[in-house]
């Protein structure tokens, strides 16, 4: 009788969970990097947290800094003891090194949560294309410097992509903040 009750409550407490309606999309990718104070850091680490990713370079003088800015914006919004993680990964590692993404994040990181990384270039390539399914690659003619993408991607506690988000748009902010909490429930 105890365990049939056991059961039950375990069953109510299941059901009663909030699940997002944020659709699955794709895990992860399983890389590893180096982050800003030269420390490894496997995106695996990172599980448990629902976490903010976006591509930027510190040379990048268009669209990085607004994302990097609205990172900036989305970290406020959000509780610091939520259980949330924000990550930053150079395109251009040749010159990101951990110093210079350490002098980058004194202009925008407001809170510890928020890690810079860089690594091996076909690493990073290869987990924004073939992991995260964003662009990623070599310059384009008259393009930027280097190719990468205007996306935040926001990944649940298990490491699954739930969600994209223009980070260049100032309107995202609130919307990766939701989501962010939303998933951050689950």
Known sequence: MRAAKFALFVLLAVSC????DLPR??????????DDTGKPLALASLKGNVVVYDFIFTSCTGVCPIMSNNMKQVVAKVAKDAPVR???????PQRDTPKLLSDYALRFRNDARWTFLTGDRTEIVRAAVQGFKLAAGDPT????AL???SKFAV???E???RAYF???NGEAIDQVANAVAELAEE
Do not use: Q, T, W
Not at 17 to 20: G, V
Not at 86 to 92: K, M, P
């Open 159 to 161: 490491g699954m992509i």
């Open 141 to 144: 003619p008259g393009g930027e």
């Open 86 to 92: 924000f990550v930053s990964i150079s395109v251009d």
């Open 17 to 20: 969970a909030r699940r997002s």
């Open 155 to 157: 990944a649940d506690k």
């Open 147 to 149: 190719l990468h993408s």
């Open 166 to 168: 223009d980070a260049s």
């Open 25 to 34: 999309l794709f895990p992860v990718p399983d890389a590893k990097f180096v």
